[in-house]
């Protein structure tokens, strides 16, 4: 099992930049496919990017795309979402999730992923 909790969220103007990360603990890390999705008020919960094992593969929402990079260090057990460009349309409680499957493949739908942080708020104010 992993346990993963999520830090970096908070308030941030339009056009601002937060990084998030998220740790894991438990069992090997680099044996999971990671992502990050996120929930605003009445939505369903939405994929924004996905990376695979090894660091090598990533994908991204196309709403994201040029404004968010995701990476991981499996040495230290964390991914990092960092985003900059924010928009109001940004706000959300983000959620790092991981997932086992293909070594190859980059999953962007929640039913890939087992396990899951208990997110973290970010609010961009316009």
């Known amino acids: 099992q992993v346990q993963l909790v999520e830090s970096g969220g908070g308030l941030v103007q339009t056009g601002g930049s937060l990084r998030l990360s998220c740790a894991a603990s438990?069992?090997?890390?680099?044996?999971?496919?990671m992502g990050w999705f996120r929930q605003a008020p009445g939505k369903e919960r939405e994929f924004v990017a996905a990376?695979?094992?090894?660091?090598?593969?990533?994908s991204y929402a196309d709403f994201v795309k040029g404004r968010f990079t995701i990476s991981r260090d499996n040495a230290r057990n964390t991914v990092v979402l960092q985003m900059s460009s924010l928009r109001p349309e940004d706000t959300a409680v983000y959620y790092c999730?991981?997932?086992?499957?293909?070594?190859?493949?980059?999953?962007?739908?929640?039913?890939?992923?087992?396990?899951w942080g208990q997110g973290t708020q970010v609010t961009v104010s316009s």
């Open positions: 438990g069992r090997t890390f680099n044996g999971y496919n």
């Open positions: 999730a991981a997932g086992q499957g293909n070594i190859i493949v980059v999953y962007t739908t929640t039913a890939k992923y087992n396990y």
């Open positions: 990376i695979n094992r090894s660091g090598g593969r990533s």
